[in-house]
């Protein structure tokens, strides 16, 4: 009779510790998550290019090498050709996130680049869809969808998730790319 107790009581503390304390911010904005979504992007950027990222590092050095090696690893070509798409943040248009739903971050949920946004300590975020808008090559309008975890830290917006793929026209013609 003991053991189920016991085993009740251990679930309900593992729940316990897993849970976040509530936000003390709202979601945020779509001018916030597309500002976040940006600057994810130029980290990611100058991760795979292997530079010291700015800020005194809330990026741990070893996750950021970590990721620099495995994108060295898939062709220098290849490499450059995302370097560069990611930095291309003046086509961005518009972030639109809904469904954010505050929780534990789960590192499982965020594209390998990302890795070393995420804070060394377990924290809560808001974890959104977003429909990430951008104007490409000759004004033609697309549009594809991403998810992942927007919070505050220090003041700013941080995202930390997967990059937007798939994009499509928002009119009926196909997208470049």
Known sequence: ??????????????AACSQVPDPDYAAPTAEEAKAAY?????????????????APSRFPDESVRKVADTANAIGD???ELTIESLRKTDAFDAVDVTGCEWQAI????????????????PMGAYFCSADVKVTQN??????????????????????????AHGYERIDARPAVG
């Open 106 to 121: 789960d590192p499982d949920l965020v594209d390998p680049m990302s890795h070393p946004r995420l804070p060394s300590d």
């Open 138 to 163: 000759y004004g033609i309008k697309a549009h594809a969808p991403a998810k992942g975890y927007f919070y505050r830290q220090d003041g700013e917006w941080i995202y930390a998730g997967e990059h």
């Open 1 to 14: 009779m003991k053991t189920p107790v016991l085993t009740l009581i251990a679930a309900a503390s593992l």
């Open 38 to 54: 940006i600057a994810g992007q130029l980290a990611d950027a100058a991760v795979l290019a292997g530079e010291p990222l700015s």
């Open 77 to 79: 070509l290849q490499t």
